[in-house]
């Protein structure tokens, strides 16, 4: 008996205990690193919404909207010089999140690629300010040509992109 309690429940309490304790500390951890990490991820949203409409003063959240698929968040600049759109699209490698600014006719004035997993070297040409740029001042991206080698991420981009110009027909009168 002595055996059986020194060779395999001793062992056992322990390592669950080892469990209990590890457990406790990333627990103890999270709580205390959760509202920093989400004041982060606030101030970076709100730099890619200011860098998409720079000339915007404060923004105000359409937070009841049924958004078209595609379209996480939907802003107004307050002193109506634009709205900001948070959109994705599938790209070629997973999820390809997009900020994209729009001024009061629908033009579109800034586009921010966010952080993906689409092949670097490749698919990362997309996020070239030069190459964003052709977009700026169209209503519609179809008119700009797709990066030889990347056409699945360009087509992200453009999805994207019309994401945001249909959120925009949404609440534009709103």
Known sequence: MKKLRNDFIVPILVLGLICLLCTWAVAVTFHITDPEIQRMNLERAQAARLEVLPE???FIEFPDLE???GVTEAFRANNGVGYVFQTYAPGYAGIV???VGLDPDGRIIGIRML???ETR?????VECPTYLALFYGLTSPDGVDTISGATV???ALKHALRHAIEAFELVRDI
């Open 121 to 125: 070297g490749i698919g990362d040409r």
């Open 56 to 58: 915007a003063d404060e």
């Open 153 to 155: 991420t360009v087509d």
């Open 97 to 99: 999140p997009v900020t």
């Open 67 to 69: 958004l078209p698929h």
């Open 115 to 117: 952080a993906n997993q």
